[in-house]
């Protein structure tokens, strides 16, 4: 299979072959986490790591929470997706082109407000979720925004949402291992390059939505902090 790279600066792309067994592995990669994935990975990596976070919440009120994390998180954008290619208004659920984003990139937005916009007014809920689903709202306006200009990897700004929370979280809560740190900052990576082999996304994309997943976090966490 060929794979169109950027190539040394002239303006040119080169097909790069990358071997059957390491896309079907870039593929799997991409799928496991995908960016619908990603709060609900957190959520449950809170809920297990820094239980005494969630001291308000029953047993059955956390089982409802990652429930509720999943629909609206993954189930609705999926279903969201799967509408608009029906009504014909995205030419593919893949949304492989910057005006097939631009409406699933506003209604998510909805979404991702609404969820923490009822978190944020839930008191059994620790800051740390509330200021993360802010992030993840954060970077749908920052994703909307790009798209404008280029189509920036959605993959690559989950990870850098959750690759900037589980760092700025082990700074301020002290975790005890760091292989939690080191999870943060391989995950990424590893993800990133996964994009780069399955993906027609360039690596100006994939940088810039790293850093945009970054910034909406630490954008999150001066809001929350300080306004």
Not at 54 to 59: E, Y
């Amino acid at each position: 299979m060929l794979t169109a790279q950027p190539s040394n600066g002239n303006g040119k792309e080169e097909l790069i072959r990358f071997p059957q067994s390491l896309r079907i592995a870039a593929k799997i990669i991409s799928w496991v986490f995908h960016p619908i994935f990603i709060p609900v990975y957190v959520l449950i990596f809170l809920l297990q790591i820094q239980p005494h976070l969630f001291v308000g919440l029953s047993a059955l009120k956390k089982t409802f929470t990652i429930i509720q994390f999943g629909v609206m998180y993954a189930f609705f954008p999926v279903v969201t997706a799967l509408l608009l290619k029906a009504l014909g208004f995205i030419e593919s659920i893949y949304m492989k082109t910057q005006k097939d984003r631009i409406i699933p990139y506003v209604i998510c937005m909805i979404y991702y407000f609404w969820v923490w916009y009822v978190i944020k007014n839930q008191s059994a809920y620790p800051e740390e979720l509330i200021e993360f689903s802010l992030a993840i709202f954060i970077s749908s306006i920052l994703g909307l925004m790009s798209n404008a200009y280029m189509k920036v990897s959605m993959h690559a700004m989950a990870m850098g949402v959750m690759a900037a929370f589980v760092l700025l979280l082990a700074m301020q809560d002290n975790l005890d291992s760091g292989v939690y740190i080191s999870a943060a900052i391989l995950l990424p990576g590893l993800v990133c390059t996964a994009r780069l082999i399955v993906s027609d996304h360039s690596n100006k994309e994939i940088y810039i939505g790293l850093f945009l997943g970054i910034a909406s976090l630490l954008i999150a966490n001066l809001i929350f902090n300080y306004f």
